[in-house]
């Protein structure tokens, strides 16, 4: 099972971004896959999630958008209005259980099984 993201790169202050991530090796249309990101001599931390819905985390709320195409089994992030604060590696994940309810933190890194390689993403000034 591999995650693949890609889409980073290097834009400026109020540029929009869409990451990618697209899964081999099984389908995840039945699990919660996710999005976090980890900038430089940070923990990494929760940016958004989705099962049907999205959930997100406050300081991408609004700005953010998550979705997915469970025919081409890829997880999506749309980033607008990136501010230099959303620099970091982003980091697909999924779980590899079916979808355990909404009380399951899936803000929490601990409760993925599957991670992809992180992509870089770079917001300047």
């Known amino acids: 099972v591999q995650l693949q993201a890609s889409g980073g790169g290097l834009v400026q202050a109020g540029d929009s971004l869409r990451l990618s991530c697209t899964a081999s090796?099984?389908?995840?249309?039945?699990?919660?896959m996710g999005w976090f990101r980890q900038a430089a001599g940070k923990e990494r931390e929760f940016v958004s999630a989705?099962?049907?819905?999205?959930t997100y985390a406050e300081s991408v709320k609004g700005r953010f958008s998550i979705s997915r195409d469970n025919a081409k089994n890829t997880l999506y992030l749309q980033m607008n209005s990136l501010k230099v604060e959303d620099t970091a590696v982003y980091y697909c994940?999924?779980?590899?259980?079916?979808?355990?309810?909404?009380?399951?933190?899936?803000?929490?890194?601990?409760?993925?099984?599957?991670w992809g390689q992180g992509t870089q993403v770079t917001v300047s000034s």
């Open positions: 090796g099984r389908t995840f249309s039945s699990t919660v």
């Open positions: 994940a999924a779980d590899g259980a079916r979808y355990r309810g909404s009380t399951w933190p899936y803000w929490s890194p601990a409760v993925y099984d599957y």
């Open positions: 989705t099962w049907s819905d999205g």
